[in-house]
């Protein structure tokens, strides 16, 4: 089905709105049409302060003034009053609200508030960062509004198909992965490949078991003290962990996404040899076994398209094919600058975009959508994933225990999947460390199992952004 947008807009806003509409019918199977003009043999959706007198038959979207003084001043929208929509068993903040409610079929502008949740703006614009210069969760909207547990641009999206439908007395199809109406990319960050490494053994041995950093017990820190012997004698758990991944999911008739690290850039960094012969020997059993492999670029790559580009080249050398997917290391990620870096480095997916320290939706989506460059002010040709869980961020909170993690985990997988919608969920090799992940090798395995009860798509990122349609 063909829809007609017509914009009537500032110009400083008028590729957001455009990017808006993108994002809301990215679910459906729909093809947008921006004019300036009614089109005769389609529904038309304007857009704009004041609906024109000689219009025919049109869906108006009532564009919000807030908004665009929101665009001019680099700022967030009051939240203080929001009013809500209940829909769908969800509360919907209903941001830039309309002052003439009963002129519209909507009483608020919902193109603009799918922009603010869903550009990044809120990073762009946001002054609180965190030690690794990340947009922290509770300085977003999605935190203070209490939606960070639910994808709500999904809900805006059925809402605002629902009431097309009824307007033009027209069915839109949703689109599916692969058949399916959910999809779960399942990924792993190769951060380290063995504890017989210089900094790892000074992170274990002195900083854990010694300076005791993470506030161990004597028997833990005494078995981080010999971690690294261990290693040597066949029980170095990072490469326990990538077999176990692969073994796991093999079995479990599924293909994921391995991100190789190949630079480092900053102390948080720990290198290793991916190109020695285990290594290759891994990665040639991941690309045989129809897995994917994507760069996990070092910590300061994220402001530096050079070390990005010669780390993705390293990678594609090993390979001997194009790498096409990305996560950055530790989740860093500034609006201004990484998406055109992932642009110049020819990058077509990334699962960068979750928080590093909550579990949710951060751009409040689920599904695959095109982000959007702020710097140049357009729409780009890379594909996210959002990235909605991550075992370290479970794992690390000491308030909760393994079945918490656990029921927090399933709980995101129904909410993506009550949403008809996808995300990618991030589990680490080191997860079969005792000391850091006790008891996550069964989470996982049985995590798989609910997702695949469930009835949702599980595959590599790559794999699940390709099958929508």
């Not at 941001?95 to 703006?121: G, H, K, Q, R």
């Amino acid at each position: 089905m063909k829809i007609n947008v017509i914009i009537s807009a500032d110009e400083s806003i008028r590729q957001k709105i455009r990017y808006g509409f993108t994002l809301l019918f990215q679910p459906l199977r729909v093809e947008i049409g921006f004019s300036r003009t009614i089109a005769p043999d389609c529904p038309n959706i304007f857009y704009g302060r004041q609906l024109p007198n000689d219009s025919k038959k049109v869906f108006w979207i009532h564009a919000s003034d807030s908004f665009t003084r929101c665009i001019s001043d680099s700022a967030l929208p009051d939240i203080s009053n929001v009013t809500w929509l209940h829909y769908a068993g969800k509360k919907l903040p209903k941001l830039f609200a309309s002052p003439n409610p009963l002129s519209s079929p909507l009483d608020f502008d919902i193109v603009a508030a799918t922009f603010m949740l869903a550009s990044d703006y809120q990073d762009l614009v946001s002054l609180e960062r965190d030690e690794f210069d990340r947009l922290r969760a509770m300085d977003s909207l999605q935190f203070k509004l209490g939606i960070l547990g639910f994808p709500v641009v999904n809900y805006y999206s059925r809402y605002l198909r629902e009431e097309i439908e009824k307007y033009f007395g027209v069915v839109i199809e949703s689109k599916t992965y692969a058949g399916g109406n959910c999809g779960i990319a399942l990924t792993h960050d190769v951060d380290f490949i063995s504890f017989l490494n210089p900094r790892m053994i000074r992170r274990e041995m002195f900083g854990i078991a010694v300076l005791n950093r993470h506030m161990l017990g004597s028997t833990q820190r005494l078995s981080k003290l010999l971690f690294p012997i261990f290693s040597l004698f066949g029980y170095d758990y990072p490469k326990i962990g990538m077999r176990f991944l692969r073994n796991t999911e093999e079995a479990n008739s599924v293909k994921s996404t391995f991100f190789i690290k190949t630079g480092a850039t900053s102390k948080q960094d720990i290198p290793y040899n991916y190109r020695s012969r285990s290594m290759r020997d891994f990665i040639r059993s991941l690309t045989d076994g129809g897995f994917e492999v994507g760069i996990h670029p070092s910590m300061n790559t994220y402001v530096s398209v050079n070390d990005f580009v010669r780390e993705k080249n390293r990678l594609q050398d090993v390979l001997g094919k194009s790498v096409r997917s990305v996560r950055q290391h530790y989740l860093r990620f500034t609006a201004g600058r990484t998406v055109g870096i992932w642009e110049k480095a020819d990058m077509k997916y990334d699962s960068t975009l979750g928080f590093s320290r909550e579990t949710g939706f951060r751009n409040s989506i689920a599904f695959p959508y095109p982000l959007y460059n702020l710097a140049e002010d357009r729409m780009t040709g890379v594909t996210e994933l959002p990235l909605i869980l991550m075992d370290g961020t479970l794992a690390e909170n000491k308030t909760i225990t393994n079945e918490q993690a656990f029921t927090r985990m399933k709980d995101l997988v129904a909410e993506t999947k009550l949403a008809a919608g996808a995300a990618s969920i991030l589990f680490h090799n080191s997860l079969v460390d005792p000391i850091d992940f006790p008891g996550y090798t069964e989470i996982y395995v049985d995590l798989l199992r609910e997702i695949k009860r469930g009835g949702s798509s599980a595959g590599t990122l790559a794999g699940i952004i390709e099958n929508f349609r």
